[in-house]
Structures are given as structure tokens and as C-alpha cells.
């Protein structure tokens, strides 16, 4: 079985690896669109922190088509023991062994770029996830997966539940902006995302260290690389002129009724104050005017993470499909399977 290296470069073979994602995701996870072509671009390239990697593809025999592929993220300002592999089969190809091909691929470049151990991520109950457990991958959190369909939630409901938590949000306050990070706020949303750190992940992964640099380069790539629309809200303590509590989403052109949500983090100093429910809510009244054709906005949250999973379900989000299961193993067991 021939596996390639795929150059960014070649149109061709990305649509040819973007036709076996959309052909594995009706099968996988039917719940929501598969990312659009300018995304799955971008994160091939990229991944969503913006770590270096690789991706490798099986061409098929029909000329411009593709049958497997898999991405190998290599994070190089933490983690760097560890590398990150996602390996796609287009269901009619499974079964035949060119999984555990591309395990062994994936573990060998691995283990030349220095890697000890291999991690990856597949729906509950999926291919993907039967796949770990049949090469002795080691299972860690789960994160549940949770939709808000805007359809059934009334856009009042979100003025009461922002006037609710603004009563408890005194000293503070409410800013936002589309699209990438202005720069005054750079520094500030760097503080924000490091306050993540704390948030349940399975032992032995180190802490993602943010500054401003990073934000600008990293986090907001996908918003300068393509047409995706991104929308911040953020609390501000009017004392310090720290930011206390952020909340992202954004939203595809492609799948302009899907939005996305991304990081929610309030400081520890600032806990208490309902900022997490505040932007929240605010975000939702928002978007009822600026995005007026979402149906369904998704988020995912570790099963242990009880604080923001009961602020999700204050605004409406409910248990929307299987969530997601984390996993990992060594590199050199991969190499052997």
C-alpha cells in the first residue's frame, strides 16, 4: 500500500482527502456538517492551535481520489513528547487493514520527530473508537457533546438570564468584537486561554503557555485564512482592566445555520461573579441579530466539567449525539500493532 505525503500544494490530492472526510463523516457522525473545504484546508496545514505536522494519504487507484489519510500534529511549544494523529478511512475501504497501516506510518514519523507518545480522538461508540480499543489504546476523558437548537429558545430568554447574571457582575464590563483579536486585547485573551489550564485534560499533558504573540499568530489563523466569521464577547474587571471572562464563536459560511462555539474561560481571581452565564448570554443576544439564520450552535465539555456544562444547560443546551473519546498509547506499541 503506497502512503504519500501530501504537498499543501496539490489541489487535487487535498479535495481528494476533503471527498474521504465528508465521506466518513456522514458515516461517523451524521450529527453535523463536515468542516468545509477552506477549513479542512486550513486545519490540514495547520491544525486548530497552529502546531506543525504532517498529513500522509493512500491515493486511490481512479485517478484524483483518495481511499485513507491521517494528519500527525506536532506541538513544539509544550507537549513535546507527544504527538497528535487522526487517521481517516472512507468507509467502504475499512476493514481491510489500512488502518492499522497508517497507525504504523503515523508511529514511525513519530518516533523520527522524537515522539514518545501517540494521541488521537474519536466519537463514542464510533469506527474510530472501536479501532483504539482493538490496538490497546488506552482510553482517557470523554467529552460530551451539546447543541442549543435557537430554534425552540426564544432570544428573550437570554436578555433575562444576562440581566440575571449582570446583577452579579458588578464592577464589570462587556465588550466584543468580530473577527480577529484587536490588538489592544491581544495581551488580555492570552490571559484568558491560560486560565484554561485548569480545566480537566488526562494526566501527563503540560500546561499551553499563551501570550500575545501567540493569540495574534495562532489562535486567530483560521479567522485570516478563510471566511470563517468569528465572534468575541469578553468581561472586563473595571478595577484591574484584566479580562475576567471570554466566550468565542464562530460560524462557517458553508454551514451558515451551524454556529461553533470556542473557548469559554473565566479567571480563577474572578470566579463567582456568573461572568461565564454573563457572556454567554450576551454572545446568544448577539448573534439573534447578527446571525440570524443559526439553527443549532454545538459545544463540547469534559463530563467532569460540571460548572460550565450547568451554565450550558441554563441557556438551553442539551445532549446533542455522542461526544467525543480521547486516547492514547505509546509510540513504540503503535509501531507494532
Not at 3 to 30: F, G, M, N, W, Y
Not at 75 to 100: H, K, T, W, Y
Not at 131 to 149: I, T, Y
Not at 293 to 322: D, F, K, W
Request: proline share 5%.
Amino acid at each position: 500500500m503506497r502512503i504519500v505525503q501530501l504537498d499543501l500544494a496539490d489541489t487535487q490530492a487535498l479535495r481528494a482527502c476533503h471527498e474521504v472526510h465528508k465521506t466518513a463523516s456522514a458515516t461517523d457522525d451524521p450529527y453535523q456538517p463536515p468542516m468545509s473545504l477552506p477549513v479542512f484546508s486550513v486545519w490540514v496545514m495547520n491544525g486548530w492551535e497552529s502546531n506543525p505536522g504532517e498529513v500522509w494519504y493512500v491515493p486511490a487507484e481512479e485517478a484524483g481520489e483518495a481511499v485513507a489519510w491521517y494528519r500527525l500534529g506536532l506541538p513544539d511549544l509544550e507537549n513535546r513528547d507527544r504527538a497528535f494523529v487522526l487517521p481517516v478511512v472512507r468507509p467502504s475501504s475499512r476493514r481491510r487493514g489500512i488502518g492499522r497501516e497508517l497507525l504504523r506510518h503515523a508511529a514511525d514519523r513519530a518516533a523520527a520527530n522524537g515522539r514518545a507518545v501517540l494521541a488521537s480522538v474519536s466519537g463514542q461508540d464510533s469506527a474510530g473508537d472501536a479501532f483504539a480499543g482493538s490496538v490497546g489504546a488506552k482510553p482517557g476523558l470523554v467529552e460530551a457533546r451539546r447543541a442549543l437548537d435557537l430554534r425552540k429558545v426564544p432570544a428573550s430568554r437570554f436578555a433575562r438570564l444576562r440581566e440575571t447574571a449582570a446583577a452579579a457582575a458588578a464592577g464589570y464590563t462587556i465588550v466584543s468584537w468580530t473577527g480577529t483579536t484587536p490588538g489592544e486585547y491581544l495581551g488580555l485573551v492570552a490571559a484568558a486561554f491560560n486560565a484554561l489550564n485548569d480545566a480537566p485534560r488526562d494526566e501527563g499533558w503540560e500546561d499551553d503557555l499563551w501570550d500575545a504573540g501567540r493569540v495574534r499568530d495562532r489562535a486567530d489563523r483560521i479567522l485570516r485564512r478563510t471566511g470563517v466569521r468569528g465572534y468575541s464577547v469578553a468581561a472586563l474587571h473595571d478595577a484591574t482592566g484584566e479580562m475576567a471572562g471570554l466566550t468565542q464563536v464562530r460560524v462557517d459560511p458553508d454551514h451558515p445555520d451551524w454556529g461553533y462555539q470556542g473557548r469559554t474561560a473565566v479567571t480563577r481571581s474572578h470566579r463567582g461573579h456568573r461572568l461565564g452565564l454573563l457572556t454567554k448570554a450576551t454572545m446568544l443576544g448577539w448573534l439573534a441579530t447578527a446571525e440570524p439564520q443559526i439553527e443549532r450552535i454545538v459545544t463540547g465539555n469534559a463530563e467532569s466539567n460540571e460548572h460550565m456544562i450547568a451554565v450550558n444547560e441554563t441557556l438551553g443546551y442539551e445532549v446533542y449525539g455522542p461526544g467525543s473519546q480521547f486516547c492514547e498509547m505509546p509510540v513504540a506499541a503503535a509501531a507494532a500493532v
